[in-house]
């Protein structure tokens, strides 16, 4: 499911449940005063959560085949200490494009469309960024360090720690 609530996000079965919503099921019809819901959900959330599990399993094989050195799941954007955060800890961007060099995001709900911040509409954003950095020669990363110091010790510009 596709919600607009706060800048617009995924909200699967699961995460619906756990935020205490009772699901009830295809509403199958009304009488005498009373909703009748279909029977499918159980299935429907099972298939859900078998596709989440497999889907799952597909990105981590990839991840492990390729490479992939990947950062916590749970690391938060507002833990990096670059001078380009707004107050609620997002970063700055015109469509994936920080003003610190270098740095640039994908990914993010409504980062230039609707489905910005899901995994398949995440793929025009990173594309659009990545031909950003081959026109601008911008290949190099700096290397950022959580406590706004960089590789080479000196504390970056702009940094909070």
Do not use: C
Request: charged share 20%.
């Amino acid at each position: 499911m596709l919600s607009g609530a706060h800048g617009g996000h995924t909200v699967s079965y699961q995460q619906l449940a756990r935020d205490g919503v009772r699901l009830l099921g295809r509403l199958a019809g009304a009488e005498d005063g009373k909703l009748r819901f279909g029977p499918e959900l159980p299935g429907h959330v099972q298939f859900a959560d078998a596709a989440a599990a497999r889907f799952r399993h597909m990105v981590d094989d990839y991840v492990t085949r390729a490479g992939i050195v990947a950062a916590d799941p749970d690391t938060d954007p507002a833990e990096l200490h670059v001078p380009v955060l707004v107050p609620d800890g997002a970063p700055a961007h015109s469509r994936g494009v920080t003003a610190f060099p270098g740095l640039y995001v994908a990914g993010y709900p409504w980062l230039s469309n609707r489905g910005s911040g899901l995994l398949y509409g995440a793929a025009a954003d990173a594309n659009r960024v990545a031909q950003h950095i081959a026109a601008t020669g911008r290949s190099r990363v700096p290397t950022v360090a959580r406590s706004g110091v960089s590789a080479s010790g000196t504390p970056m510009e702009g940094a909070s720690r």
